[in-house]
């Protein structure tokens, strides 16, 4: 037996919905052909994909690392598919919040202007790389530490850490706050593409109650009606106004590293330019053209 795009589509709507049966509604198939196909699929790789029992079922280490692959594989067969277009091949670009920040208007039209054979979508996707790990995205505006591994990363700027507050509470009157004065607060992380966790503040003066969030708009949600505050940086503050919504700067934080990331690998060929535009836009280069660090290193390369 051969791999075919049939094992792929099957194992990556097991993936998204961590079950064979709602992966079978979702692909008008039924159960046991699904579970036939994720077998063969197995079997032809010789690695155990998906951990199945009567009460679960989850990814393993193997599964987590094929589905990318396989995301980035159905990605590029649906794309080269797709009707031709009579403008230039569109270079998508990924980001999970707030893009640019202040410049992501600068940033478009700049690109409007300067390579109009050539259109630029912004997309937000709620993931870690905003879709680029998986393939949905040519290149991502990223926040944070990028741990993925087959993504090549450069600097663009950093932004300072704000706390995200009902306009009401107590402390959003004050011109500054410490983590100190967060401790006993409920916090709001965003674990799906937020860059905060408790690893922020000291390990024995962190916050002791948390909620999770898994989007922007839940994050914003969570903390207007009053169930807790959150940390984010100034974009968020920028690009997300709210009248129930106060923005203090928060001292005693490191800033935040804003990159744009792209695969290491064969891409788009306009990457380099939509780098270096990124780059005049966003920040001052802190790397050569040809990618490297001023040490010789390759920047970020993760």
């Known amino acids: 037996m051969s791999i075919e795009l049939r094992h792929f589509r099957c194992f990556l709507a097991i993936a998204d919905t961590l079950s064979v049966t709602r992966a079978a509604e979702r692909l008008h198939l039924t159960q046991p052909a699904v579970s036939r196909t994720l077998r063969q699929l197995e079997q032809e790789l010789g690695v155990r994909l998906v951990d199945r029992s009567t009460h679960h ?3 393993t280490p193997d599964g987590l690392a094929f589905r990318d692959q396989a995301a980035i594989a ?47 979508e912004l997309l937000r ?25 087959g993504l090549l990363t450069e600097q663009l700027t950093t932004e300072p ?15 500054a706050l410490s983590l100190t004065d967060l401790t006993a607060r409920t916090l709001a992380l965003n674990t799906v593409s937020g860059i905060t966790t ?8 962190r916050p002791t109650a948390t909620i999770t969030i898994g989007n922007t708009d839940d994050w914003l949600a969570a ?32 800033p935040v590293p ?19 535009l990124a780059h005049e836009v966003m920040g ?3 790397t050569t053209p040809n990618g490297t660090s001023p040490n010789g290193t390759s920047p970020n390369a993760t």
């Open 284 to 286: 001052h280069r802190h």
């Open 125 to 149: 996707i709620d993931d870690r790389t905003a879709g680029l790990a998986r393939g949905d995205v040519d290149a991502a505006l990223l926040r944070g530490e990028v741990r993925a591994p």
């Open 161 to 175: 850490r704000v706390v995200g507050l009902p306009a009401d509470d107590p402390l959003a009157g004050r011109t």
């Open 57 to 59: 079922l989850a990814l």
């Open 223 to 254: 903390i207007t009606g009053g169930r807790a505050i959150g940390v984010t940086t100034s974009a968020t503050a920028e690009m997300h106004p709210h009248p129930a919504m106060a923005y203090v700067p928060l001292t005693g934080a490191p």
């Open 198 to 205: 408790l690893d922020l503040w000291p390990a024995t003066a």
């Open 74 to 120: 159905v990605t590029a067969f649906d794309r080269a598919l797709a009707p031709p277009r009579r403008t230039g091949w569109p270079l998508r670009l990924g980001h999970a919040w707030s893009a640019a920040g202040t410049d992501t208007t600068a940033l478009l039209r700049r690109w409007h202007e300067e390579h109009p054979d050539t259109p630029l």
């Open 258 to 276: 804003v990159v744009i990331a792209w695969r290491d690998g064969p891409g788009h060929p306009r990457i380099p330019d939509l780098v270096a």
